[in-house]
């Protein structure tokens, strides 16, 4: 199973970008659980940014609240970020992160996994 990221790029502060995280690579059956975004900037320490456990409202850092918005499409196997008001202080590498079920014929396994990190770049 891996995450692949998509969405990143180079926007103007007080504009939007959505971040996808699709999981794939796996024949069975598989469940996105609890999920999370983080980021990193240069020279920072990674930061939660976003979480939301399964059937839990999601909890996000005070630096993004009201601007960003977490979710995912169980039919899809994908979670998403929408970031809204961009400013040049959210420029980061953004990383998705999800406990993953994974239901085979041998039984369920869970396991944490990681996206590639996607560079989202914002400029005033």
């Known amino acids: 199973v891996q995450l692949v990221e998509s969405g990143g790029g180079l926007v103007q502060a007080g504009g939007s970008l959505t971040l996808s995280c699709a999981a794939s690579g796996s024949t069975y059956v598989l469940t996105l659980d609890d999920i999370a975004w983080y980021r990193q900037a240069p020279g920072k320490q990674r930061e939660l940014v976003a979480g939301m456990s399964r059937g839990a409202v999601p909890n996000y850092a005070d630096s993004v609240k009201g601007r960003f918005t977490i979710s995912k499409d169980n039919a899809k196997d994908t979670m998403y970020l929408q970031m809204n008001s961009l400013k040049p202080e959210d420029t980061a590498v953004y990383y998705c992160?999800?406990?993953?079920?994974?239901?085979?014929?041998?039984?369920?396994?869970?396991?944490?996994?990681w996206g590639q990190g996607t560079q989202v770049t914002v400029f005033s």
């Open positions: 992160n999800a406990a993953i079920t994974l239901r085979a014929p041998w039984g369920s396994e869970l396991d944490t996994y």
